[in-house]
């Protein structure tokens, strides 16, 4: 697929890979949003795709990455956790629509046999360092983040760190690597985002994608 000559004639959507994905295709269906056939095509290693819609593309990028690709003007359009948008916090970055997919929670979680003061700095190993420290600043506790894109559960066990700051959904992985949750940090949902710019200079269109999301939500819940 190529793109128009003229990138102001396309409204771009940025997707994220992964289980928010998964929930939020029944969604763009229901919001009469249609990706070409490819997108559902494991093997191809395309980004960018066309829609039933002629000047809405969608690209499909890593879920941490979303809220960056639209805060940059990559995209106009996006749906990204509240995890990564609190994360980064962007003020570039305006959020119109909870779309209630992608539940989970960001929690703390430590091993069952800690016995540590907290009162002495703690490493805590965690993809969201800004959401720690301000958690922790806030109890007036002194951490060390431990900056890890995955695999943080296991830590702990090799000495790396304290405690983990990390989603938890079922609660399954902490259970499996002698965890145990403490902490309620943030109760999470994806949201549909937008670029402030591109929303005062596209809003016909961006303003029609919103409404299709709000038609489809609105179905959803009915």
Same mark, same amino acid.
């Given at each position: ?27 763009? !269906? !229901? ?71 992608? #539940? ?11 016995? !540590? ?8 190993? @965690? ?15 002194? #951490? ?28 399954? @992985? ?5 965890? #145990? ?11 549909? #985002?937008?670029?402030? @710019? ?6 016909? !269109? ?17």
């Amino acid at each position: 697929m190529k793109m128009s000559d003229n990138r102001s004639e396309n409204i771009i959507i940025a997707v994220p890979k992964g289980r928010i994905l998964e929930e939020l295709i029944p969604l763009m !269906k !229901k919001a009469n949003i249609l990706p070409e056939k490819s997108f559902f095509d494991n093997k191809d290693r395309r980004l960018l795709f066309s829609s039933n819609i002629p000047w809405l593309k969608i690209i499909r990028v890593r879920s941490f990455d979303v809220a960056t690709f639209v805060a940059f003007g990559g995209a106009d359009i996006g749906v990204a956790g509240f995890d990564v948008l609190r994360e980064f916090n962007y003020p570039e970055l305006y959020i119109p629509i909870d779309l209630n997919i992608g #539940v989970c929670h960001l929690s703390v979680a430590q091993p069952k046999n800690y016995n !540590k003061n907290d009162n002495v700095q703690l490493k805590i190993a @965690t993809k969201y360092p800004n959401i720690t420290n301000s958690y922790y600043a806030k109890k007036g506790i002194n #951490v060390n983040c431990i900056k890890m894109n995955g695999a943080m559960e296991i830590a702990p066990k090799l000495e790396m760190a304290d405690k983990i700051v990390d989603l938890v959904s079922s609660g399954k @992985t902490l259970i499996a690597n002698d965890l #145990v949750e403490i902490e309620n940090i943030l109760d999470i949902t994806s949201h549909l #985002v937008i670029n402030r @710019t591109a929303f005062k200079t596209r809003s016909e !269109k961006i303003r029609e994608i919103m409404i299709f999301f709000r038609e489809a939500l609105n179905e959803k819940n009915s």
